[in-house]
Each structure stands twice: as structure tokens, then as C-alpha cells.
């Protein structure tokens, strides 16, 4: 999936189109997806590959809807503490600590 979302990238740059790249880069305890995980958010909205699921991926997608209007060169990265109750509140089946790089 990495591979794809790298091609997507490259054929949104050659287009002239944004996206903004969400990688995990770090996680404490338990969660869905592995440090490395990536999701691109398009400029119109749509996504490819996954990071979480629940409340963690759609803020993820609100943020980086917002980090586009903000123009070129910005980076951003979120914090999500998760205790065990949240998690489940939320639709995740896990709980913890999960760090997400937007560029």
C-alpha cells in the first residue's frame, strides 16, 4: 500500500493537485495500525490507505484539510491519547498513544 500511496503522490505532483501525507511515526500501547502507516488526504477530500479508524482518522482528515488551505511547506503533528473507555466510546477497539506527522 506505501508503494501506491508514493505513485499517488507522484500523480498528484505531476498534475499540480494537493494532498497532504498523515504517517504514524510513533504509538504507545495498543492500537490498529503499525508505526509507518500512512494515509494521503487529497485536495478534494478523498483518501487512500489508513492509520486508524474511529475518531483518530477522521480528525486526522479534518486537519489535514486545514493544513492544505494553510499553503505549501506546513507540517503538523497530532497527539492522541486514548485511555481504554475513549477508545471504545469512539469505535476503536484499543486504547493508547498514537503520534501522527502531517506534511
Known amino acids: 500500500m506505501e508503494e501506491e500511496i508514493y505513485r499517488q503522490i507522484a500523480s498528484l505532483r505531476e498534475i499540480g493537485q494537493g494532498a497532504v501525507l498523515a504517517t504514524i511515526i510513533s504509538k504507545k500501547g495498543s492500537a490498529p495500525r503499525e508505526i509507518g502507516a500512512k494515509m494521503l488526504v487529497r485536495a478534494d477530500g478523498t483518501a487512500s490507505g489508513s492509520i486508524s479508524g474511529g475518531c483518530v482518522e ?33 469505535g ?12
Not at 492544505?68 to 481504554?84: Q, V, Y
Not at 476503536?92 to 506534511?103: A, K, R, S, W
Open 58 to 90: 477522521a480528525e486526522t482528515w479534518q486537519e489535514a484539510m486545514r493544513l492544505m488551505k494553510g499553503g505549501a511547506g506546513n507540517s503538523r503533528l497530532l497527539s492522541f491519547h486514548l485511555t481504554e473507555k475513549e477508545a471504545l466510546e469512539s
Open 92 to 103: 476503536l477497539i484499543c486504547g493508547g498513544v498514537v503520534e501522527i506527522h502531517l506534511e
